[in-house]
Nanobody, 129 residues
Framework: VQLVESGGALVQAGGSLRLSCAASGLSFGAYTFAWFRQAPGKEREGVSAISPGDGRSVYVDSVKGQFTISSDNAKATVYLQLNNLKPEDTALYYC???????????????????????WGQGTQVTVSS
């Protein structure tokens, strides 16, 4: 299994980015995909997750209305659209995938890094004020 993130960049506050996570080596629709972020000196935080098999998605409260997760099953790619970016969104953003069934039905578990089996290398998002 391989996850390759891209799309991170340096942007000004208020700007937008779209992160991509290209997956290979797995049955895309059978897995749950999530985006995590980690800022310097802080713990890794689950931001959003999606189940491509049924289209269900979830978000951490702090990004609701600001970030949008989506997937393209034909391309085996998951996206995270980041809008109205703020300096506090600066972090290394990781894509991860889990084979745990119905993970998104477990609100206390989907954002836990330990629930994910495979990780990408991360893509850096830096927001300047």
């Amino acid at each position: 299994v391989q996850l390759v993130e891209s799309g991170g960049a340096l942007v000004q506050a208020g700007g937008s980015l779209r992160l991509s996570c290209a997956a290979s080596g797995l049955s895309f629709g059978a897995y749950t995909f999530a985006w995590f972020r980690q800022a310097p000196g802080k713990e890794r935080e689950g931001v959003s997750a999606i189940s491509p098999g049924d289209g269900r998605s979830v978000y951490v409260d702090s990004v609701k209305g600001q970030f949008t997760i989506s997937s393209d099953n034909a391309k085996a790619t998951v996206y995270l659209q980041l809008n109205n970016l703020k300096p506090e969104d600066t972090a290394l953003y990781y894509c991860a995938t889990s084979s745990t069934p119905r993970l998104l039905s477990r609100p206390t578990l989907w954002a836990r890094a330990l629930m994910y089996d495979y990780w990408g290398q991360g893509t850096q998002v830096t927001v300047s004020s």
